[in-house]
């Protein structure tokens, strides 16, 4: 009944016999972290070609630095924007990145990322409560 297996497993736990490469704890964080603040770059992009500010141009380029720098050295492609999608909904979704970044450069100790996270969440934050805020003035007076 049962039938012995002839092949070398895939799931090989001995040390030295693994036929693929792995990676550390620490470059699993790089990729990540770097992924989290591409897509944030990506959405302040977006921003930046719904309403051009000098804030939006030094946060996309000291985004695009540190993904650079996580990527040992290669720069981040830059998108054209998606079309058009309500600065609130933009905002929201770069909180949320900027969290997201902000845990993974806490976990990793990467001061430069989590400092740059934590400021652009405060930025999106205020966007956001101003967007709020003009919006309940303008839904009372109507």
Known sequence: MYEPIRTKSVHSTMAGT???PHRTREEELDIQLASHLAALL??????????????????A?????QVARLRGGRPPARA??????RAAALHRRAHALAGRALV???SRAD?????LAAER??????ALATDTS???TLAATA
Request: glycine letters at 4%; aromatic letters at 2%.
């Open 18 to 20: 693994s036929d693929f």
């Open 42 to 59: 990506a959405v302040t992009d977006d921003l930046h070609a719904q309403a051009p500010s000098t804030d939006l141009d030094a946060a």
């Open 104 to 106: 993974v450069a806490a």
């Open 111 to 115: 001061t430069a990322a989590a400092i």
């Open 80 to 85: 054209t924007t998606t079309g058009p999608t």
């Open 134 to 136: 003009a919006t309940g």
């Open 61 to 65: 380029e000291r985004l695009a630095r």
């Open 121 to 126: 969440m405060d930025a999106h934050a205020a």
